[in-house]
């Protein structure tokens, strides 16, 4: 299925997307990026899923789906969770990637959906705090809903996005999160992961709208497939950006 395709078939009346998370286990792409530090790579997984090759180790980001989709990539140094929905928290896969003593760093609500062993991996930041033993360091970026209809997907104080740091290469993930005055006041950011969907983060506009404020060098459109006519165009959301930053299309749906 093309990207017209998929936009057309996901964006229906109506229709409840369902993220195709099995059988993408041969469609991953791979971005380099240069840091004093040493070469970061990534690898787009699905929707919210990131893998990166980092210079102190490898970190996944919001794994859940099939362990296979995983079955190619390094064995995880770090796993961060960005909160306990279903598309970026899954126990089970958690089990199924990771080592017995693979460190995790997540949110409080996240935390308490965890197996035992899992919290007994797991460092909790909340909304302001910051954390350097693992590597990079990492600072939690709050990651909330402002519009009110909104707002019980995501409520201010619960979330997090991050901020991780290599020898200054900053890269953001964005989490689930509208465009936050947090987000649109970010500095010296290399690489970003900006969410964009409906009716749970933010449409393309508001999303297109706070990258131009924060200004990153490099964005990913990701966790773009929505509901009832919610899916946002990553297409659209770079012709917005325009040369304002280097936008990088990641196979996140196949």
């Known amino acids: 299925m093309n990207r017209r395709e998929f936009l057309a078939r996901s964006?229906?009346?109506g229709a409840i997307s369902v993220i195709p998370f099995a059988g993408r286990a041969d469609g991953h792409s791979v971005d380099?990026?240069?840091?004093?530090?040493?070469?970061?790579?990534?690898?787009?997984?699905?929707?919210a899923s990131i893998v990166?090759?980092?210079?102190?180790?490898?970190?996944?980001?919001?794994?859940?789906?099939?362990a296979s989709l995983y079955a190619d990539m390094p064995k995880p140094d770090l796993i961060l969770v960005t909160h306990e929905?279903?598309?970026?928290?899954?126990?089970?896969?958690?089990?199924?990637?990771?080592?017995?003593?693979?460190?995790?760093?997540?949110?409080?609500g996240a935390h308490a959906k965890m197996t035992p062993?899992?919290?007994?991996?797991?460092?909790?930041?909340?909304?302001?705090?910051?954390?350097d033993a693992f590597g990079p360091k990492i600072e939690?970026?709050?990651?909330?809903?402002?519009?009110?209809?909104?707002?019980?997907?995501?409520?201010?104080?619960?979330?997090?996005g991050y901020v991780l740091?290599?020898?200054?290469?900053?890269?953001?993930?964005?989490?689930?999160?509208?465009?936050i005055p947090e987000m649109r006041a970010l500095e010296n950011i290399d690489l970003a992961f900006v969410?964009?969907?409906?009716?749970?983060?933010?449409?393309?506009?508001?999303?297109?709208?706070?990258?131009?404020e924060f200004a990153p060098k490099n964005v990913y459109p990701y966790h773009y497939r929505g509901r009832d006519d919610g899916t946002q165009d990553p297409q659209a959301f770079a012709d917005l950006i325009g040369d304002k930053a280097v936008v990088k299309m990641g196979n996140w749906y196949g």
């Open 32 to 47: 380099m990026f240069s840091s004093a530090a040493g070469e970061i790579k990534v690898h787009p997984v699905a929707h």
């Open 195 to 212: 969410c964009m969907n409906l009716p749970f983060t933010m449409d393309v506009a508001a999303a297109a709208d706070a990258v131009a």
């Open 165 to 179: 740091s290599w020898d200054g290469f900053r890269m953001y993930i964005s989490g689930d999160t509208e465009d």
């Open 140 to 160: 939690a970026i709050p990651a909330y809903n402002l519009t009110e209809e909104r707002l019980k997907f995501h409520p201010q104080g619960r979330d997090n």
């Open 52 to 66: 990166l090759e980092t210079p102190t180790g490898v970190i996944y980001v919001d794994p859940v789906g099939e």
């Open 85 to 108: 929905h279903g598309d970026h928290l899954n126990a089970e896969t958690l089990t199924a990637i990771s080592g017995e003593a693979t460190p995790i760093v997540t949110n409080a």
């Open 11 to 13: 964006t229906a009346v």
């Open 117 to 131: 062993a899992q919290q007994g991996n797991a460092t909790i930041l909340a909304n302001g705090d910051s954390n």
